[in-house]
Protein backbone atom coordinates (compact mmCIF):
# COMPACT_ATOMS: atom_id res chain seq x y z
CA UNK A 1 0.00 0.00 0.00
CA UNK A 2 1.19 3.43 -0.61
CA UNK A 3 0.57 6.55 1.47
CA UNK A 4 0.33 10.30 0.33
CA UNK A 5 -0.39 11.75 3.68
CA UNK A 6 2.77 11.89 5.43
CA UNK A 7 3.27 13.25 8.98
CA UNK A 8 6.80 14.57 10.67
CA UNK A 9 7.15 14.85 14.31
CA UNK A 10 9.49 18.04 14.21
CA UNK A 11 9.46 21.22 12.73
CA UNK A 12 13.12 22.39 11.91
CA UNK A 13 14.99 22.49 8.72
CA UNK A 14 15.05 18.79 8.17
CA UNK A 15 11.14 19.00 8.23
CA UNK A 16 11.38 21.78 6.04
CA UNK A 17 13.47 19.86 3.34
CA UNK A 18 11.42 17.08 3.14
CA UNK A 19 8.47 19.06 2.94
CA UNK A 20 10.30 20.84 -0.19
CA UNK A 21 10.59 17.76 -1.56
CA UNK A 22 7.35 16.11 -0.72
CA UNK A 23 5.45 18.28 -3.45
CA UNK A 24 7.34 17.21 -6.38
CA UNK A 25 6.57 13.81 -5.13
CA UNK A 26 2.82 14.75 -5.11
CA UNK A 27 2.98 13.85 -0.94
CA UNK A 28 1.48 15.69 1.22
CA UNK A 29 3.54 16.52 5.04
CA UNK A 30 1.90 17.51 8.10
CA UNK A 31 4.18 18.46 10.42
CA UNK A 32 3.77 18.57 14.56
CA UNK A 33 6.27 21.43 15.82
CA UNK A 34 5.81 23.63 18.76
CA UNK A 35 6.61 27.23 17.10
CA UNK A 36 4.66 28.66 14.16
CA UNK A 37 7.83 30.16 12.96
CA UNK A 38 9.79 26.52 12.82
CA UNK A 39 11.56 26.35 9.21
CA UNK A 40 8.63 23.60 8.00
CA UNK A 41 5.56 25.25 9.59
CA UNK A 42 5.21 27.54 6.39
CA UNK A 43 5.98 24.60 3.82
CA UNK A 44 3.90 22.01 5.55
CA UNK A 45 0.45 21.08 3.95
CA UNK A 46 -0.91 21.42 7.98
CA UNK A 47 0.95 22.15 10.94
CA UNK A 48 -0.05 20.80 14.32
CA UNK A 49 1.50 23.45 16.85
CA UNK A 50 2.29 21.06 19.92
CA UNK A 51 5.67 20.14 21.78
CA UNK A 52 7.83 16.98 20.33
CA UNK A 53 6.93 14.95 23.08
CA UNK A 54 3.44 15.73 23.37
CA UNK A 55 1.46 12.25 22.48
CA UNK A 56 -1.89 13.87 22.67
CA UNK A 57 -1.25 15.60 19.59
CA UNK A 58 0.25 13.08 17.98
CA UNK A 59 -2.84 11.25 18.35
CA UNK A 60 -4.24 14.03 16.52
CA UNK A 61 -1.41 14.16 13.70
CA UNK A 62 -2.21 10.38 13.01
CA UNK A 63 -5.95 11.08 12.32
CA UNK A 64 -4.68 13.70 9.72
CA UNK A 65 -1.98 11.44 7.63
CA UNK A 66 -1.33 7.66 6.42
CA UNK A 67 2.10 7.06 8.48
CA UNK A 68 4.38 9.09 11.17
CA UNK A 69 7.85 9.76 10.42
CA UNK A 70 10.38 11.87 12.62
CA UNK A 71 12.90 14.45 12.35
CA UNK A 72 14.66 14.33 15.42
CA UNK A 73 14.63 12.06 18.55
CA UNK A 74 12.96 14.28 21.33
CA UNK A 75 9.99 11.97 21.18
CA UNK A 76 7.74 10.17 24.29
CA UNK A 77 8.93 6.52 23.49
CA UNK A 78 6.21 5.32 25.42
CA UNK A 79 3.70 7.22 25.09
CA UNK A 80 4.19 6.12 21.30
CA UNK A 81 3.86 2.72 21.84
CA UNK A 82 0.16 3.16 22.76
CA UNK A 83 -0.65 5.03 19.85
CA UNK A 84 1.29 1.63 18.14
CA UNK A 85 -1.22 -0.50 19.80
CA UNK A 86 -4.00 1.62 18.31
CA UNK A 87 -3.21 1.22 14.67
CA UNK A 88 -1.05 4.21 14.30
CA UNK A 89 1.57 3.35 11.88
CA UNK A 90 5.01 4.71 12.64
CA UNK A 91 8.58 4.33 10.24
CA UNK A 92 10.74 3.23 11.27
CA UNK A 93 8.98 1.33 13.75
CA UNK A 94 9.05 2.05 17.02
CA UNK A 95 11.06 -1.29 18.13
CA UNK A 96 13.92 -0.18 16.02
CA UNK A 97 13.31 3.35 17.71
CA UNK A 98 13.71 1.63 21.27
CA UNK A 99 17.22 0.05 20.68
CA UNK A 100 18.20 3.62 19.49
CA UNK A 101 17.56 6.66 21.02
CA UNK A 102 19.00 6.31 24.59
CA UNK A 103 22.98 6.41 23.41
CA UNK A 104 24.23 3.61 25.89
CA UNK A 105 21.43 1.26 24.60
CA UNK A 106 22.51 1.64 21.49
CA UNK A 107 26.07 0.99 21.77
CA UNK A 108 25.31 -1.66 23.95
CA UNK A 109 22.83 -3.20 20.58
CA UNK A 110 25.95 -2.59 18.16
CA UNK A 111 28.17 -4.91 20.59
CA UNK A 112 25.53 -7.03 20.46
CA UNK A 113 25.14 -7.85 16.69
CA UNK A 114 28.81 -7.68 16.11
CA UNK A 115 29.54 -4.35 15.16
CA UNK A 116 32.80 -2.97 16.11
CA UNK A 117 32.69 0.24 18.17
CA UNK A 118 35.12 2.17 20.73
CA UNK A 119 34.68 0.87 23.99
CA UNK A 120 32.10 2.35 26.03
CA UNK A 121 30.34 2.02 29.85
CA UNK A 122 28.17 3.89 32.04
CA UNK A 123 29.73 6.16 33.80
CA UNK A 124 27.73 5.62 37.35
CA UNK A 125 29.09 2.29 37.26
CA UNK A 126 33.16 3.34 37.94
CA UNK A 127 34.13 3.72 41.27
CA UNK A 128 35.24 6.71 42.97
CA UNK A 129 38.72 4.98 42.93
CA UNK A 130 38.10 4.70 39.25
CA UNK A 131 36.95 7.95 38.32
CA UNK A 132 40.00 8.83 40.55
CA UNK A 133 42.27 7.29 38.21
CA UNK A 134 40.60 7.73 34.91
CA UNK A 135 42.70 7.99 32.10
CA UNK A 136 42.37 11.67 30.07
CA UNK A 137 41.29 12.33 27.53
CA UNK A 138 38.16 10.59 27.43
CA UNK A 139 34.52 11.75 26.54
CA UNK A 140 31.44 11.28 27.90
CA UNK A 141 27.48 11.33 26.34
CA UNK A 142 24.31 12.26 27.49
CA UNK A 143 22.33 9.24 26.79
CA UNK A 144 19.01 11.19 25.57
CA UNK A 145 18.95 14.19 23.91
CA UNK A 146 22.65 15.14 22.16
CA UNK A 147 22.60 17.12 19.40
CA UNK A 148 24.96 19.22 17.35
CA UNK A 149 27.88 19.13 19.63
CA UNK A 150 25.18 19.49 23.02
CA UNK A 151 25.85 16.92 25.61
CA UNK A 152 29.26 15.27 23.86
CA UNK A 153 32.38 16.52 26.20
CA UNK A 154 35.72 15.50 25.61
CA UNK A 155 37.32 15.60 28.66
CA UNK A 156 40.72 16.23 29.69
CA UNK A 157 41.14 17.10 33.00
CA UNK A 158 39.33 16.28 36.39
CA UNK A 159 38.24 20.17 36.85
CA UNK A 160 36.63 19.84 33.71
CA UNK A 161 34.79 16.50 34.99
CA UNK A 162 33.69 18.13 37.89
CA UNK A 163 31.87 21.04 36.18
CA UNK A 164 30.17 18.67 33.77
CA UNK A 165 29.17 16.93 37.37
CA UNK A 166 27.55 20.13 38.53
CA UNK A 167 25.25 20.28 35.24
CA UNK A 168 24.07 17.02 33.94
CA UNK A 169 23.47 13.82 36.48
CA UNK A 170 26.13 11.15 36.52
CA UNK A 171 23.65 8.50 36.00
CA UNK A 172 22.29 10.48 32.36
CA UNK A 173 25.91 9.88 31.39
CA UNK A 174 28.06 7.23 29.26
CA UNK A 175 31.80 7.43 29.04
CA UNK A 176 33.62 6.39 25.78
CA UNK A 177 37.13 6.16 25.22
CA UNK A 178 38.40 8.35 22.92
CA UNK A 179 39.73 7.52 19.63
CA UNK A 180 42.75 9.07 17.87
CA UNK A 181 40.74 9.03 14.47
CA UNK A 182 42.38 9.48 11.10
CA UNK A 183 39.63 9.97 9.90
CA UNK A 184 35.82 11.00 10.65
CA UNK A 185 33.27 9.26 8.25
CA UNK A 186 29.33 8.96 7.45
CA UNK A 187 27.24 6.89 5.18
CA UNK A 188 23.30 7.26 4.54
CA UNK A 189 21.38 4.26 3.71
CA UNK A 190 18.03 3.59 3.19
CA UNK A 191 15.62 0.81 3.40
CA UNK A 192 12.05 0.51 1.57
CA UNK A 193 8.60 -1.15 2.55
CA UNK A 194 10.04 -4.38 0.57
CA UNK A 195 13.45 -4.69 1.97
CA UNK A 196 15.07 -3.40 -0.63
CA UNK A 197 18.10 -1.27 0.63
CA UNK A 198 20.65 1.84 -1.09
CA UNK A 199 23.86 3.27 0.37
CA UNK A 200 25.15 6.49 -0.57
CA UNK A 201 28.74 7.22 -0.88
CA UNK A 202 31.04 7.57 1.87
CA UNK A 203 31.70 10.91 3.22
CA UNK A 204 34.52 11.92 5.45
CA UNK A 205 33.16 14.84 7.80
CA UNK A 206 35.04 17.67 9.43
CA UNK A 207 33.79 18.58 13.32
CA UNK A 208 35.01 21.32 15.47
CA UNK A 209 33.98 21.22 19.23
CA UNK A 210 31.91 18.39 18.36
CA UNK A 211 29.48 19.76 15.33
CA UNK A 212 30.05 19.52 12.16
CA UNK A 213 31.72 21.92 10.13
CA UNK A 214 32.01 20.67 6.63
CA UNK A 215 31.61 17.29 4.60
CA UNK A 216 33.68 16.21 1.97
CA UNK A 217 31.87 13.96 -0.69
CA UNK A 218 33.63 11.45 -1.47
CA UNK A 219 35.71 9.97 0.98
CA UNK A 220 38.90 9.17 -0.27
CA UNK A 221 39.37 5.48 0.92
CA UNK A 222 40.58 2.09 -0.55
CA UNK A 223 38.17 0.27 -1.98
CA UNK A 224 38.51 -2.60 0.99
CA UNK A 225 37.66 0.45 3.50
CA UNK A 226 34.68 1.34 1.03
CA UNK A 227 32.84 -2.07 1.04
CA UNK A 228 33.52 -2.73 4.70
CA UNK A 229 31.33 0.47 5.36
CA UNK A 230 28.42 -0.30 3.09
CA UNK A 231 28.39 -3.74 4.81
CA UNK A 232 28.16 -2.31 8.19
CA UNK A 233 25.46 0.29 6.86
CA UNK A 234 23.72 -2.76 4.70
CA UNK A 235 23.74 -5.11 7.95
CA UNK A 236 22.53 -3.06 10.10
CA UNK A 237 19.37 -1.51 8.43
CA UNK A 238 18.38 -5.28 7.90
CA UNK A 239 18.82 -6.05 11.23
CA UNK A 240 16.96 -2.97 12.43
CA UNK A 241 14.50 -3.57 9.46
CA UNK A 242 14.08 0.13 9.16
CA UNK A 243 11.39 1.78 6.58
CA UNK A 244 13.21 5.08 5.21
CA UNK A 245 16.77 6.45 6.20
CA UNK A 246 19.55 6.00 8.68
CA UNK A 247 22.56 7.90 9.04
CA UNK A 248 26.03 6.10 10.50
CA UNK A 249 28.61 7.85 11.67
CA UNK A 250 32.20 5.98 11.83
CA UNK A 251 35.87 6.72 13.02
CA UNK A 252 38.97 5.54 10.61
CA UNK A 253 41.29 4.68 13.81
CA UNK A 254 45.32 5.16 12.79
CA UNK A 255 45.48 1.06 12.18
CA UNK A 256 43.10 1.14 9.50
CA UNK A 257 40.53 -0.06 11.52
CA UNK A 258 36.10 0.92 11.29
CA UNK A 259 34.52 1.70 14.67
CA UNK A 260 30.68 2.66 14.84
CA UNK A 261 30.72 5.96 16.30
CA UNK A 262 26.66 7.34 16.13
CA UNK A 263 23.72 6.05 14.46
CA UNK A 264 20.65 8.98 13.52
CA UNK A 265 17.30 6.52 12.31
CA UNK A 266 16.15 9.92 9.88
CA UNK A 267 18.03 12.60 7.89
CA UNK A 268 20.96 13.71 8.82
CA UNK A 269 23.43 16.79 8.47
CA UNK A 270 26.42 14.56 6.48
CA UNK A 271 23.65 14.17 3.84
CA UNK A 272 22.62 17.25 2.80
CA UNK A 273 24.70 17.20 0.10
CA UNK A 274 22.57 14.80 -1.70
CA UNK A 275 20.08 17.72 -2.37
CA UNK A 276 22.19 19.20 -5.34
CA UNK A 277 24.93 16.29 -5.93
CA UNK A 278 22.82 13.07 -6.07
CA UNK A 279 19.92 11.81 -8.02
CA UNK A 280 18.05 11.13 -5.57
CA UNK A 281 18.40 13.45 -2.16
CA UNK A 282 17.88 11.83 1.39
CA UNK A 283 14.88 13.98 1.96
CA UNK A 284 13.22 12.50 -0.86
CA UNK A 285 14.84 8.93 -0.03
CA UNK A 286 13.05 8.89 2.84
CA UNK A 287 9.64 10.18 1.99
CA UNK A 288 9.82 7.57 -0.65
CA UNK A 289 10.36 4.86 2.06
CA UNK A 290 8.06 5.56 4.70
CA UNK A 291 5.18 6.16 1.75
CA UNK A 292 5.69 2.88 0.10
CA UNK A 293 6.98 3.86 -2.79
CA UNK A 294 10.46 2.32 -5.03
CA UNK A 295 13.53 3.73 -3.56
CA UNK A 296 15.04 6.55 -5.81
CA UNK A 297 18.76 6.25 -7.02
CA UNK A 298 21.52 7.09 -4.59
CA UNK A 299 24.12 8.18 -7.71
CA UNK A 300 26.41 11.08 -7.35
CA UNK A 301 25.95 13.36 -10.48
CA UNK A 302 28.98 14.97 -10.21
CA UNK A 303 32.44 13.79 -9.38
CA UNK A 304 32.04 15.21 -5.98
CA UNK A 305 31.31 17.92 -3.51
CA UNK A 306 31.45 19.63 -0.75
CA UNK A 307 29.03 20.86 1.79
CA UNK A 308 29.80 23.42 4.24
CA UNK A 309 27.39 24.32 7.30
CA UNK A 310 26.75 28.42 7.81
CA UNK A 311 26.51 28.37 11.65
CA UNK A 312 26.16 31.21 14.19
CA UNK A 313 29.09 32.84 15.18
CA UNK A 314 27.34 35.46 17.39
CA UNK A 315 23.64 36.42 18.70
CA UNK A 316 21.83 38.67 16.42
CA UNK A 317 18.70 38.91 14.30
CA UNK A 318 20.26 39.42 10.82
CA UNK A 319 19.65 37.52 7.76
CA UNK A 320 23.10 37.85 6.54
CA UNK A 321 22.01 39.14 3.02
CA UNK A 322 25.47 40.02 2.11
CA UNK A 323 27.41 37.38 3.24
CA UNK A 324 24.83 34.47 1.11
CA UNK A 325 25.20 37.37 -1.87
CA UNK A 326 28.65 36.54 -1.64
CA UNK A 327 28.50 32.82 -1.21
CA UNK A 328 26.16 32.27 -4.36
CA UNK A 329 28.95 34.05 -6.37
CA UNK A 330 30.81 30.73 -5.78
CA UNK A 331 30.71 28.95 -8.79
CA UNK A 332 28.54 25.31 -9.15
CA UNK A 333 27.25 26.50 -5.16
CA UNK A 334 23.87 25.55 -3.65
CA UNK A 335 23.32 27.79 -0.69
CA UNK A 336 20.13 26.77 1.37
CA UNK A 337 19.24 29.08 3.79
CA UNK A 338 16.37 28.17 6.63
CA UNK A 339 15.17 31.15 7.07
CA UNK A 340 15.77 31.38 11.32
CA UNK A 341 15.00 34.33 12.54
CA UNK A 342 17.83 34.02 15.39
CA UNK A 343 21.24 33.45 14.89
CA UNK A 344 23.19 32.33 18.12
CA UNK A 345 26.63 30.59 17.97
CA UNK A 346 26.61 27.08 16.93
CA UNK A 347 23.30 27.08 15.82
CA UNK A 348 22.84 25.55 11.89
CA UNK A 349 21.62 28.56 9.79
CA UNK A 350 21.86 26.98 6.64
CA UNK A 351 24.11 25.16 4.43
CA UNK A 352 26.34 25.22 0.60
CA UNK A 353 27.26 23.05 -1.50
CA UNK A 354 29.50 23.37 -4.07
CA UNK A 355 29.86 20.69 -6.93
CA UNK A 356 33.32 19.53 -7.90
CA UNK A 357 33.28 17.70 -11.73
CA UNK A 358 36.66 17.07 -12.13
CA UNK A 359 38.99 14.19 -10.14
CA UNK A 360 42.00 16.17 -10.63
CA UNK A 361 43.26 17.24 -7.35
CA UNK A 362 40.34 16.80 -5.70
CA UNK A 363 41.14 17.21 -2.05
CA UNK A 364 43.40 20.34 -2.71
CA UNK A 365 40.22 22.22 -5.04
CA UNK A 366 37.77 20.74 -1.84
CA UNK A 367 39.91 22.57 0.97
CA UNK A 368 40.61 26.04 -0.98
CA UNK A 369 36.14 25.99 -1.57
CA UNK A 370 36.02 25.38 2.45
CA UNK A 371 38.44 27.87 2.64
CA UNK A 372 37.23 30.29 1.10
CA UNK A 373 33.28 29.98 2.08
CA UNK A 374 34.50 29.85 5.87
CA UNK A 375 36.41 33.22 5.08
CA UNK A 376 32.92 34.58 3.93
CA UNK A 377 31.27 33.43 6.43
CA UNK A 378 32.94 34.15 9.55
CA UNK A 379 34.86 37.48 8.97
CA UNK A 380 34.45 40.29 10.15
CA UNK A 381 31.52 43.16 8.64
Same mark, same amino acid.
Given at each position: ???????????????????????????????????????????? $??????? *??????????????????????? *????????????? @?????????????????????????????????????????????????????????????????????????????????? *?? $?????????????? =????????????????????? #??????????????????????????????????????????????????????????????? $??????????? $??? =?? #???? @? =????????????????????????????????????????????????????????????? *??????????????? #???? #???????????
Amino acid at each position: MNFRRIGVIGGGQLAGMMAQEAKGLGLELIVQTPNSEDVAASLA $SQVILAE *INDVSATAKLSQCCDVITFENEF *IDLDGLQALARQG @VCFRPALSALSLLLDKYDQRGYLEKIGLPTPAFRLLESFSAEELEKIAYPFVLKARRHGYDGYGTFIVKSQEQLKEIFQKIP *IE $SLMWEEFVNFKQEL =AMMVARSVTGKTVVYPVVETH #QKNQVCHWVMIPANLSADLWQEIENIAIYLVNKLEIIGILGIELFLTQDNRILVNEIAPRTHN $SGHYTLDACKT $SQF =AM #QLQA @V =AGLDLGSPQLTVKGAVMVNLLGFESSDSDYSAKRQQLNQIPHSFLHWYDKTESRPGRKLGH *ITVLIDNNEHFQTKA #QTIV #QLIEEIWYSAY
